[in-house]
Nanobody, 115 residues
Framework: QVQLVESGGGLVQPGGSLRLSCAASGSTFSIGVMGWYRQAPGKQRELVAAITSNGITTSADSVKGRFTISRDVAKNTVYLQMNSLKPEDTAVYHC?????????WGQGTQVTVSS
């Protein structure tokens, strides 16, 4: 059974940084796509960034140049380095694993950007 456990969220001031981690277990994570989505109150869940098994990345325009996704295949872990955080980045961030048409989700970690 696939399990995704996020960590690293918290409260940060505008302009600050956070690093999210997602530890995966229960599957062969060397293949498939891993990503981060976020959902703010009253809004739909949206893709933040994703990375394929061979390291190809994509990210939302709103985070380009500020957020970086990376993946440690040996540790079955995906990271999201978030810099220059803005209040509009406040949301619950969810880890996602997509493989063979199936989506798996973590419980999410809260990120709050506020002074």
């Amino acid at each position: 059974q696939v399990q995704l456990v996020e960590s690293g969220g918290g409260l940060v001031q505008p302009g600050g940084s956070l690093r999210l981690s997602c530890a995966a277990s229960g599957s062969t994570f060397s293949i498939g796509v891993m990503g981060w989505y976020r959902q703010a109150p009253g809004k739909q869940r949206e893709l933040v960034a994703a990375i394929t098994s061979n390291g190809i990345t994509t990210s939302a325009d709103s985070v380009k140049g500020r957020f970086t996704i990376s993946r440690d295949v040996a540790k079955n872990t995906v990271y999201l380095q978030m810099n220059s955080l803005k209040p509009e980045d406040t949301a619950v961030y969810h880890c996602n694993y997509f493989y063979r048409g199936a989506n798996y989700w973590g419980q999410g970690t809260q990120v709050t950007v506020s002074s």
